[in-house]
């Protein structure tokens, strides 16, 4: 049985206690009022391009019509649309990082049920480190339905297809009402969220009661699950990146966008597992875990990554190459605004991993591989961060202190639920038909 260290325990609380601690500051020193907005714009000695463009436009217009009101009333919109942005960093913050740690729980309990599905012989060993990841998600989808539950209330402006003025003069919006309303947008989310965390708790009980079992009867009933679950799934995650991450840019839209999102937390998953494997296999637990079994996972590491790139690749170039206006924004915004995350994401999720993955006795090495982890994790942060924060805050983003403590908060949340849940039950199953075949896997 695997043993939660009382050090592992203690970093986890620091940091969620520092997450905390930030995520409040956030909060409390985004600006309440247009006057803060003109006050932070007038400090800001290098400025944000679009606000001071938009001021000397004014002082501009000012200067030629005399401070009409039509100046003073456009000035008076762009200085909301600014505040909008700047209060909605600390929700985007917060949001960016509870989605991607959920979603990597979702995408370590898909890799579980393909491996059930498959009938996989050299997983099996790895089938508790993987429970122990997705046991965050019931938490992690908690906390992301209450955050979707505050936007629909109105607490921020993330999603901009709720606001009532915008809907009434945005014919676009407007015709997408009958799917975008907050009833029916709300019900799929808890719909997915119920349905994933069922799969979960079914399938990790049946686990565990074939552990005690004289046949196969649980280890089958896994089996059908889980191919429904897969089934159930592809379509829940596909309206859900539609829901949750396209639909903050509702003029905007890509066929390949549900793949798209899947490739970059599935990967990140799949990273998880293996360095939390590395991790146990370095305190002298998971015995019957090799070499080869890291190279697997190493090799998914290496494989979805470039999955990843070719759709990112598609996506861009389809809709760079096509030049139609309402969709070209999309990434005429992000390179403009976001050139660094937004280059930086492929360097980090492609070059990076390609170069040091793609040799065949690198998969095998621990340090190599958490190193390539790491970075893995950070870029596709970075990822989710690029799909989100363009729309939410515009050009008023920058990494700061609201961004790094929602990471920290659910950082230690999520290492101290997944390791909580690694010592409820044996590290290694013991009635699965596979496991003698696992235990002695070797390539």
Known sequence: ???????????????????VLGIGYGFLTAPKTIQDVETILASDSHGHSN????????????????????ATAEHTEHLEHVLHQLQNKPWAALYVACLFFMLIALGALAFYAIQQVAQAGWSPVLFRVMQGITAYLLPGSIIF?????????????????????VRATDELIQGKAGYLNFPFWIIRAAVFIFGWNLY??????????????TDNTFYKKNFKMSAAFLVFF????SIMSWDWIMSVDPHWFSTLFGWYVFASFFVSGITVISMVTIYLKSKGYLENVNSSHIHDLSKFMFGISVFWTYLWFSQFMLIWYSNIPEEVTYFKTRIEDFGLPFWGAVVMNFIFPFLVLINTDFKRISWIIVMAGIVILLGHYVDFFNMIMPATVGDQWFIGVPEISSILFFLGLFIFVVFTALTKAPLTPKRNPFIEESKHFHY
Do not use: P
């Open 51 to 70: 606000a001071h463009d938009a001021a000397a436009t004014h002082d501009a217009h000012g200067a030629e019509a005399g401070h009409d009101a039509k």
């Open 200 to 213: 979960r708790h079914l399938s990790r009980k049946n686990c565990l009661a074939q552990d005690e079992a």
């Open 234 to 237: 592809i379509v829940s995650e």
């Open 1 to 19: 049985m695997y043993t939660f260290s009382s050090k592992l325990k203690t970093f986890s609380f620091v940091l969620m206690i520092i997450g």
């Open 145 to 165: 339905f209450v955050l979707l539950l505050l936007s629909g209330f109105h607490f921020n402006h993330l999603f901009i297809w709720m606001d009532e003025e």
